[in-house]
């Protein structure tokens, strides 16, 4: 939906320009300087623990790049932590020393859009834009102008132990529709009922994500933007109501362990063979099955599939992922600008790839259609769904409102009292910008 919204955007003026990054595909070059060597004055960056982890060859790759071509300019590079990120780039906002360079989840977008923090970029100058996937281009998007670069995207999965299904059920294949699913599923069950912390379905109970896809599977929303120009909770809506207790009673159903405990651990449930299946990104069997936190030798045996969902369709999935902003007030904002085109090259981009993480375009995606690793989510993209792209669906996030209403369904209370009580919190939250 397209944004009907007002905001005055901020942006200090830009320092001379340098020269694009110049890695082929169908990106223009940048603005040019005589001489590249010459630019001066430090490019700080933020990231998040993905490129720590999962492709640290890729940022010191792009990183030595950046000095070559730039020996005078100081590079200074961050890891943040998902829970702390938020509050230390408002901190450094508000103090005036916020990073040149953020890592934002797309979820994090608009929040900083509307209250003037990020700078425009030109989408013509990187490479691949003609084909980055819409979902990340839209939260990176207000009133026809770009204030952030897709970076990855990511798209939840059923991730399986199957050799623990070929041992209960005699096949080693995930079903294809929910009802096979939970036959299936009671059988893997039933194969481990010596050990009540095991669970067929890893389903955390405040994991909203889940929740949330369950909900579109029913047609529902956890808001909509009405004729009157704001957006209203309607997760009290009856079709809302319909998700919420189908993904309720799955929880209640399978998952044997603490039903307050969220997702962030759910890798290393797997990897401690504490659970069959799960609902999650496809990175997360490299976490599953990494020396230091998982567990090597299930790499045969975890394989990812499509999610079934209720009425025979698959399960639809949250559209996740990360874009690359640079900040309004940025001193170095047009060295920030083609160090983000560096790391988001084609070149760049298929380093995420082979390590099967969904790239930001379709045409690197589109082999990883066909790859057992990365079918499951790659076919996913093209029709999940997303978040409220409201003012202040951030702080709709910040209060928790999804997560302790699931909390409160767990502990006891009806889903029609939480679902009411959850609207009208969203709706004192959605429309005003956090």
């Given at each position: 939906?397209?944004r ?6 901020g942006?200090?003026a ?5 020269a ?9 070059a940048g ?11 430090t ?9 720590q982890?999962?492709w ?12 070559a071509k ?7 590079l ?9 509050g ?12 040149d360079?953020?890592?934002?989840g ?9 209250n003037?923090?990020?700078a ?32 990855y995207?990511g798209?939840?999965?059923g ?10 059920t ?5 079903p294809?529709?929910?009802?096979d699913?939970r ?14 912390t ?12 889940a929740?949330m ?35 309720v ?33 496809g990175?997360?069997?490299?976490g ?14 975890l394989?990812q ?14 559209i996740?992922g ?15 600008k ?6 988001t ?39 999940a ?9 951030s ?7 999804l ?8 502990g006891?209370?009806?889903?029609d009292?939480?679902t ?15």
């Amino acid at each position: 939906m397209k944004r009907q919204l007002l905001a005055a955007i901020g942006v200090t003026a830009l320092l001379a320009s340098v020269a694009g990054c110049g890695s082929g595909g169908s990106a223009k070059a940048g603005p040019a300087v005589a001489d590249p060597g010459d630019a001066t004055g430090t490019v700080s960056v933020w990231l998040m623990p993905e490129a720590q982890n999962n492709w640290p060859e890729l940022v010191k790759s792009v990183n030595d790049r950046f000095a070559a071509k730039y020996p005078k300019v100081q590079l200074k590079l961050r890891y943040q932590t998902w829970k702390d990120k938020v509050g230390n780039l408002d901190a450094a906002l508000k103090g005036g020393d916020a990073p040149d360079v953020v890592e934002l989840g797309n979820t994090e977008t608009m929040k900083y859009i509307l209250n003037g923090s990020l700078a425009p970029v030109d989408k013509s100058t990187f490479e691949n834009s003609d084909t980055w996937i819409r979902g990340l281009v839209n939260t990176c998007t207000y009133q026809d102008k770009l204030f952030c670069v897709p970076y990855y995207a990511g798209a939840r999965v059923g991730i399986y132990n199957s050799a623990m299904f070929q041992d209960a059920t005699g096949s080693a294949e995930f079903p294809k529709t929910e009802d096979d699913l939970r036959t299936a599923l009671d059988k893997v069950q039933a194969k481990h009922r010596g050990d009540r912390t095991f669970s067929a379905l890893y389903l955390p109970g405040p994991y909203w994500y889940a929740a949330m896809s369950y909900v579109a599977a029913y047609g529902g929303a956890i808001a909509r933007f009405d004729s009157s120009g704001n957006w209203h909770g309607t997760l009290h809506d009856a079709k809302s109501q319909q998700g919420i207790q189908h993904f309720v009673d799955l929880v209640r159903t399978y998952n044997h362990g603490d039903l307050t405990v969220d997702e962030a651990g759910q890798s290393g449930v797997l990897a401690g063979q504490k659970a069959a299946v799960l609902y999650g990104n496809g990175w997360e069997v490299a976490g599953a099955t990494a020396p230091l936190t998982g567990d090597p030798k299930l790499a045969d045996s975890l394989r990812q599939a499509v999610m079934p969902g209720p009425n025979g369709k698959p399960l639809p999935s949250f559209i996740g992922g990360s874009d690359l902003a640079v900040t309004a007030k940025s001193p170095s904002a047009e060295l920030a600008k083609d160090w983000i085109r560096m790391f988001t090259s084609g070149k760049s981009e298929q380093v995420l790839a082979d390590k099967d993480t969904l790239p930001n375009n379709l045409t690197q995606l589109e082999p990883l259609k066909t790859k057992a690793t990365t079918a499951a989510a790659a076919n996913a993209v093209p029709d999940a769904w997303f978040t409220p792209l409201a003012p202040g669906w951030s702080a709709v996030e910040k209060q928790n409102v999804l997560v302790d209403m699931l909390d409160g369904i767990l502990g006891g209370k009806s889903v029609d009292a939480a679902t009411k009580d959850a609207d009208a919190a969203i709706d004192k939250l959605i429309n005003t910008p956090s």
